[in-house]
């Protein structure tokens, strides 16, 4: 096992909180005990979940204006692992990572999965990029990708895909994620139902390439970089792709790819009941796409699409089997400290919906009791599960604090002297 952190950092860190953990555990206990709740049950289960860590999100993201980079950025994919390996470490919810296809190229896949085991890390969904020109390509994506007028580009964007579907193979991964930003920036530049035929045509031939156990995801966004038509722009056009390809495709939530006061909770429902719900891409927002750190504005939204997934889970709607990861852009932040804040914000919603009394919540809802029915969301989720994410990492060998443990550590400082700043850099946003 390659642990970045000092193990022993970390438990002389736990120690100095571990009394008032057992205090506040035990104190939640009995409060759960009283509305008929297992502490224990909810602790395993909030123990069981992962979500996973972008590659590119362990970079300093960027705005269309301006990137401002922290010190000691990862500067390849092996440094990005090592942050990952750091996150996860200490906070103990993020167990896989997500690959971006060209910037976590490599020479040696065999190698990439041998250090990331190391690390006790795996690989989810594999990432395309048709959305931007790579060096010494063949054709331009200015004007599309899957969705091009010109079928050599499309050939490209096709060939490309099928590429990290053969890399996610060396690596373990079971998931090809495909978010295109093709659409058009004026009236009557584009022919809405040819290019959405030719994204079609395009994505069937990605999806002939899929190993027998792969899903595909697709990924909707309502606009951006196209801003007047986007051709996957809502769940709708998502659905509509998912169900044509065939049962390995279904449609992916990336929570700020939505038009304001859209109900994202109602949309996941929605899938889920299709059969269609691939998972999620976690971020909030409060104008648009603003790739904010998940649960930071917005938490009780973030809670009610957790009440479906929650529901679902209990009610065994069948197919039912979300992927989870972070999608959001740190601009200000160390990224490292956003992304294990993250991941137990997104744990800790889980959690919240978890203690949601669902018997009651029936009965309320048959009865048309409006008021019960929603105090009863309110009552899981106004339930400070702060004790059992801290045991739920403490028993992990996690850090009950891991951005106390992380600053105390010096690992940035460390990275600073070891990864001398690099021209341009990692970052990205999808
Ligand atoms: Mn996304």
């Known amino acids: 096992m390659t642990n970045p952190i000092d193990s022993g950092l970390i438990a002389a860190h736990n120690d100095k909180l571990a009394r008032h953990v057992r205090h506040d555990y035990e104190h939640l ?93 795996a690989f989810d969904a594999m990432n395309s990029n048709t959305f931007s020109d790579q060096k010494g390509q063949a054709k331009s994506y200015k004007f599309g ?32 994620t495909v978010w295109v930003g093709d659409g058009s920036n004026f009236p009557g530049q584009q022919h809405f139902r040819r290019a959405f035929d030719r994204y079609l045509e395009s994505t069937q031939q990605i999806y002939a390439g899929l190993p027998a156990d792969w899903r595909m995801f697709l990924e909707h966004k309502i606009c951006e970089p196209a801003f007047y038509a986007t051709v996957i722009q809502d769940w709708g056009s998502s659905y509509l792709a998912a169900n044509a390809l065939g049962p390995k495709a279904q449609c992916l939530v990336d929570l700020g790819h939505h038009a304001p006061n859209v109900n994202i909770e109602m949309i996941v429902a929605r899938l889920i009941a299709a059969g269609k719900l691939a998972g999620f891409h976690f971020n909030d927002s409060k104008y648009g796409d603003d790739d904010l750190d998940a649960g930071s504005v917005a938490p009780y939204r973030l809670f009610l699409v957790f009440n479906e ?31 294990m804040v993250s991941a137990e914000q997104v744990q800790r919603t889980y959690a919240q919906a978890l203690i949601v009394d669902r018997a009651a919540l029936d009965a309320a809802q048959d009865a048309n009791d409006a008021l019960v029915a ?57």
């Not at 996973?52 to 362990?58: D, H, K, L, M, Y």
């Not at 990137?67 to 440094?79: A, C, I, S, T």
């Not at 009610?315 to 990224?335: I, W």
């Open 309 to 339: 997934l929650v529901a679902a889970a209990h009610e065994k709607v069948k197919g039912f089997e979300p992927a989870y990861m972070l999608d959001q852009s740190h601009n200000v932040t160390d990224p490292i400290e956003s992304l």
């Open 374 to 430: 929603t105090r009863l969301l309110k009552r899981g989720f106004e339930t400070d599960v702060t004790p059992i994410l801290q045991r739920v990492r403490q028993d992990a060998g996690g850090a009950i604090d891991p951005v106390g443990a992380y600053r105390a550590s010096g690992y940035r400082q460390r990275m600073a002297e070891q990864r001398p700043a690099v021209a341009g850099g990692s970052g990205g946003i999808v």
């Open 29 to 121: 206990g009995e409060q759960l005990a009283r509305r008929g709740i297992d502490i224990e049950l909810v602790r395993e289960q909030t123990a069981a979940f992962g979500v996973a860590i972008p590659s590119w999100g362990v970079g300093t993201g960027g705005t269309r204006f301006a990137r401002f980079p922290g010190v000691g950025e990862p500067r390849n994919v092996f440094d990005k692992l090592s942050d990952c390996g750091v996150i996860q470490q200490l906070a103990r919810a993020t167990p896989t990572v997500s690959l971006h296809i060209p910037w976590d190229r490599c020479s040696d896949y065999t190698e990439m999965r041998e250090i990331a085991k190391g690390y006790g890390l």
């Open 145 to 176: 990708s899957l969705t091009h007028s010109d079928g050599a580009v499309r050939a490209q964007a096709i060939e490309h895909n099928l590429e990290c579907i053969a890399i996610g193979e060396q690596l373990g991964s079971k998931a090809l």
